[in-house]
């Protein structure tokens, strides 16, 4: 599995909203300037992003982009999974993927279930919340002597 610069992207400007979340709407040149992706990109991950209800948009000169909800209530796997779609490590374990023939019988099946667990787990296992608490521990620890 390899997460898309769209899903890694997206994660950037979720954390990027929940940095500089004041209840203002934030336009998409400022989080451009801060996170270095070009605004064009950004268009296009705050277009599904808002479909999908983790953004609140408002059009205009005070225009912009705001959390929908409380950085702790987004778990990173349902921002990836927007993003990217599945996470699953191989085809035959995707949501509505056909029974593979030879399910009964594969052997490294139980492997490949494990492994999905596993990744769903931690990538379920982390909030937006989570993860500004660790920018903010490592911003915490930029000092110089």
Aim: proline letters at 3%.
């Amino acid at each position: 599995m390899k997460i898309s610069t769209k899903g890694r992207y997206a994660l950037r400007l979720m954390l990027d909203l929940g940095m500089h979340n004041s209840g203002e709407y934030i336009s998409l040149r400022d989080i451009s300037q801060r996170q270095d992706i070009t605004v064009k990109y950004l268009e296009q991950i705050v277009t599904t992003l808002t479909r999908s209800g983790y953004l609140r948009s408002q059009r205009g000169n005070s225009g912009g982009y705001r959390l929908a909800k409380d950085p702790a209530d987004y778990r990173v796997g349902d921002i990836l999974r927007v993003m990217e779609g599945s996470l699953a490590p191989v085809t035959c374990l995707e949501e509505g993927a056909d029974i593979c023939p030879r399910s009964a019988e594969c052997t490294v099946l139980p492997f490949w279930k494990g492994l999905d667990r596993t990744i769903a787990g931690y990538v379920d296992g982390f909030t937006l919340q989570d993860l500004l608490d660790q920018a903010q521990t490592l911003a915490g620890n930029d000092y110089s002597i």
